[in-house]
C-alpha cells in the first residue's frame, strides 16, 4: 500500500514561487505573517515543515485563501 507523504521541498516552492508572484520579498512575507525571516527561509527552501497555522498566516499574508495555496501544492504533488 503506498503511504502519500508531503514533500516540504514542494510546499517551500509553492510559497516561494507565490511569494514572488505577489511581488513580495522573504522580509515582507515573513512580517506581514508574523513569523521569522529565517523560519520562513527554512520553509521555503523545505527543510522545515509548515504547521498548519504557519501555513494560514503565510496564506493571509498573502492575501489567498488557505484552501487556495493547498490546491496549489496539490497540483504539484501529482
Sequence with gaps: MHVPVL??????EVIS????????SQEVL???????RTHLSAIEN???????????????AMEMKLSDVVA???????
Aim: some cysteine; charged content about 35%.
Design 7 to 12: 514533500d516540504p521541498k514542494i510546499v517551500g
Design 17 to 24: 514561487e507565490l511569494r514572488r508572484r505577489k511581488g513580495l
Design 30 to 36: 515573513s512580517g506581514l505573517a508574523d513569523i521569522g
Design 46 to 60: 523545505g527543510s522545515r515543515k509548515p504547521t498548519l497555522e504557519t501555513l494560514y498566516s503565510i496564506a493571509c
Design 72 to 78: 496549489e501544492i496539490e497540483k504539484k504533488l501529482v
